[in-house]
């Protein structure tokens, strides 16, 4: 059986045009690579996982800043498609964010950013009421806006889960007043050298007293909360064509599950599931699959 009950996601974050070359080898310091055709493709870590999370079934309200050009129609067209509402995104004199992404052979790829409007993304649009579900953020816009969306989604019962990516320094009090933190290897390394503790999602858990979850890429994921300690290896992919949105995928899927009730173990093997399929697409947004795809991924794999 699918799982077919809707839960609300609010996700204040970022929107980008990407504009993707596929390339024979990623380029070193000073080297030029001739690569085939570019896309441009819709992106942004924000609009990424809002995307995940709406395909995913959730009902998904996305709060952010897009310019006033032709790149803001690319950067918003996964989250029209999927039919998250976009009523909370501003236009402003800024231009679209935008990332030049390589991509290579095996999937892997180097990510430059320019913010453009995600700069201007402000905690202050987004209402009340849309604060009392699950608040989805990363940290393409503002930190000082992520924390102050952190603090006030929790002083009204939101459940606040943050994507330390990419990783940069958050106020305290807005970190310990998250519900769920979610962090790669490398930026749960970076925190615990900030904090002095491990790297580890136990060591986080412990030093910050709030649930976090550490992804590993294809060693699976990790979290510690109050309630437990949790390990759910990663699945298989078919092919690897891009890990550019995997990140995202189970960070938006993960919300999606969390947003039903489901327990957080069970949301991240739902995440890892979904995840699995993303990497076999090109695209972030765009190889974002839908909750039929991921229920058929997670049973195969309990038949």
């Known amino acids: 059986m699918g799982v077919t009950v809707a839960g609300a996601v609010t996700v204040f974050g ?94 892997r790829n180097q990510i430059a950013v320019s913010p453009g409007a995600n700069a201007l993304a402000r905690a202050e649009t987004v209402p009340d009421g849309a604060l009392r579900g699950v608040v989805l953020m990363q940290m393409e816009v503002p930190p000082g806006e992520v924390s102050a969306l952190a603090l006030r989604a929790r002083a009204l019962g939101g459940r606040v889960v943050l994507n ?57 994921a990790e979290a510690a909360t109050a309630e437990g300690r949790w390990t759910v290896p990663a699945l298989p992919a078919a092919a690897v064509v891009d890990t550019t949105g995997a990140g995202d995928c189970w960070c938006g899927v993960l919300a999606a599950a969390l947003s039903r009730g489901a327990a957080l173990p069970e949301a991240m093997r739902r995440a890892a599931a979904a995840a699995s399929i993303a990497v076999s697409r090109p695209g972030a947004a765009s190889g974002m699959p839908r909750a039929a795809e991921t229920d058929a991924r997670l049973g195969l794999m309990r038949s």
């Open 164 to 220: 330390l990516a990419p990783a940069a320094p958050l106020d305290q009090a807005a970190l310990r007043a998250l519900h769920l933190l979610v962090v790669n290897e490398h930026e749960a390394a970076w925190l615990a050298g900030h904090l002095g503790c491990g790297e580890g999602a136990a060591a986080l858990h412990a030093a910050l007293g709030i649930g976090v979850a550490v992804t590993r890429g294809e060693e699976g």
């Open 14 to 107: 970022s929107a980008n045009a990407d504009l993707v070359f596929p390339v024979p080898a990623l380029p070193e310091g000073g080297h030029t690579v001739m690569g085939g055709a570019w896309r441009a493709l819709p992106g942004g870590k924000g609009a990424n996982q809002a995307v995940a999370a709406a395909r995913d079934g959730a009902a998904v309200r996305f709060f952010g800043a897009v310019g006033r050009d032709p790149l803001a129609a690319v950067a918003l067209s996964a989250l029209r498609e999927s039919g998250a509402d976009l009523s909370g995104v501003a236009e402003t004199d800024q231009p679209t964010g935008a990332a030049a992404i390589c991509v290579d052979p095996a999937g």
